[in-house]
């Protein structure tokens, strides 16, 4: 069974990074054709998709979060990382981490908030 536990401060300042990890277990992040991504889902808005690492390591950035989004990963710890730089109240939301191939497996979500 795939499980996957986001991680992370729930409160980051204006023009801080933002930091997040997803743990997962059940399945090496380095198992062919999966695909590891991020999301979010503003208040009152629908599921805004963020990025993504595959299992070979090749990443994908929205276009609109692109310049300020950076997704690694940690092989040895079985994790993977979103950082979004110069965050803004607007990046305040619940943010989610996925795994893919076939079949989606979710996080529970974790609540950042941007403020001073």
């Known amino acids: 069974q795939v499980q996957l536990q986001e991680s992370g401060p729930g409160l980051v300042k204006p023009s801080q990074t933002l930091s997040l990890t997803c743990t997962v277990s059940g399945v090496s992040i380095t198992t062919n054709y999966y695909v590891w991504s991020w999301n979010r889902q503003p208040p009152g808005k629908g599921l805004e998709y963020i990025g993504y690492i595959r299992s070979s390591g090749t990443t994908y950035y929205s276009p609109s979060l692109k310049s300020r989004t950076s997704i690694s990963r940690d092989t040895s710890k079985n994790q993977f990382t979103l950082q979004l730089s110069s965050v803004t109240t607007e990046d305040t939301t619940v943010y989610y981490c996925?795994?893919?191939?076939?079949?989606?497996?979710w996080g529970q979500g974790t609540q950042v908030t941007v403020s001073s």
């Open positions: 996925a795994g893919e191939t076939g079949r989606e497996d």
